[in-house]
């Protein structure tokens, strides 16, 4: 059974991480006394995929501090950096009368 409270909780403990542009999912469960995590978050600003890994490690240490004993598993997402929302006005093309 999903524990709402705590996806919440570990969802809003992600997001502090600035790699993190979103969390797309959390799912906890525990199956016959076992924990389970599923995490997928959308990356930003990782620039090569070995700098993959050290963000991973960091923010299923982040969730350690929840479920110290749990399986976690996170599926990265990535995107690209933080863009400005463009006004329309930026990208109408007005006719001249």
Same mark, same amino acid.
């Given at each position: 059974?999903?524990?709402?409270?705590?996806?919440?909780?570990?969802?809003?403990?992600?997001?502090?991480?600035?790699?993190?542009?979103?969390?797309?999912?959390?799912? !906890?469960?525990?199956?016959?006394?076992?924990?389970? =995590?599923?995490? /997928?978050?959308?990356?930003? $600003?990782?620039?090569?995929?070995? $700098?993959?890994?050290?963000?991973?490690?960091?923010? /299923?240490?982040?969730?350690?501090?929840?479920?110290?004993?749990?399986? =976690?598993? &996170?599926?990265? $997402?990535?995107?690209?950096? /933080?863009?400005?929302?463009?006004?329309?006005?930026? &990208?109408? &093309? /007005?006719? !001249?009368?």
């Amino acid at each position: 059974m999903t524990n709402p409270e705590l996806n919440a909780e570990i969802k809003a403990a992600l997001l502090e991480n600035p790699y993190v542009a979103e969390v797309l999912s959390v799912r !906890s469960f525990a199956p016959s006394g076992a924990e389970f =995590i599923g995490i /997928r978050v959308s990356l930003t $600003d990782v620039q090569t995929a070995a $700098d993959f890994m050290p963000v991973i490690a960091t923010l /299923r240490n982040r969730v350690r501090e929840f479920l110290p004993t749990a399986n =976690i598993f &996170i599926e990265p $997402d990535v995107s690209g950096p /933080r863009q400005p929302t463009l006004n329309t006005e930026a &990208i109408v &093309i /007005r006719a !001249s009368e």
